[in-house]
């Protein structure tokens, strides 16, 4: 079955910068990528997601990339705000999302004021 | 607003006890999911379903059951509840042919 792999496990940033998360998959099958934010107490919720299809795409300030020869995927946060502190989940699935989920293990995300 | 619910939101319980999680939704969706999340370990897929006659079996099933009663519920149980099984328990659905999976606000269950 698919493995996905994340990393950092914890991330601090400077209010401002930027904000890089990692992870790889091991299914070359999969090839849908989504990234859910979970706030503090709150549900996980999908911020953005690419297709294998695709090599990046963008959505203001967050935009993730796939290359998929190496199989991996990054989400990057610039010019992050404090409503930026959340845990991020990287996932991967097969038929573009329309099948089951694997999610990466997650990153706590703060951002230092 | 269509939403997806769950019940209880908190439980404490002993070992050995049954537990039932329940888990509606008013989304129309057909699809429903069962995570369970711990410290460290991101989310977990328990059971999934695809329509009322489809069950599945997830990542980490050993121990627990579900029932799919109707298209808007999905129950998940612990026939007998051991203290590795508190952790933070997620409900999700989603739509055949979609991408995204909505989630439930999660129970938090504690197993002493």
């Known amino acids: 079955g698919e493995n996905v792999e994340q990393h950092p496990s914890t991330l601090s940033v400077q209010e401002g910068d930027s904000a890089v998360i990692k992870c790889t998959y091991s299914d070359s099958a999969s090839n849908y990528f989504p990234w859910y934010k979970q706030e503090l107490g709150k549900r996980p919720q999908l911020i953005i997601d690419i297709r294998s299809n695709v090599g990046e795409k963008k959505d203001q300030r967050i935009a993730v990339t796939l290359n998929k020869t190496a199989k991996h995927f990054s989400l990057h946060i610039t010019e992050t705000q404090p409503e930026d502190s959340a845990v991020y989940f990287c996932?991967?699935?097969?038929?573009?999302?329309?099948?089951?989920?694997?999610f990466g293990t997650g990153t706590r995300l703060t951002i230092i004021p | 607003d269509a939403d997806v619910t769950q019940t209880p939101r908190n439980r404490i319980t002993k070992t050995g006890k049954r537990i039932m999680l329940e888990c509606s939704q008013t989304?129309?969706?057909?699809?429903m999911y069962w995570y369970r999340q711990d410290p460290g370990l991101g989310l977990q897929l328990i059971y999934y379903?695809?329509?009322?006659?489809?069950?599945n079996k997830g990542e980490i099933s050993d121990g627990y059951s579900v029932s799919r009663q109707a298209q808007a519920k999905f129950s998940l149980s612990l026939e007998s509840a051991i203290p590795n099984q508190t952790a933070l328990y997620f409900c999700?659905?989603?739509?055949?042919?979609?991408?995204?999976?909505?989630f439930g606000p999660g129970t938090r269950l504690t197993v002493l």
């Open positions: 379903s695809f329509d009322v006659k489809d069950i």
């Open positions: 989304k129309g969706h057909d699809r």
């Open positions: 999700a659905t989603g739509l055949a042919g979609g991408q995204e999976q909505f």
């Open positions: 996932a991967a699935s097969r038929n573009f999302g329309n099948e089951k989920l694997t």
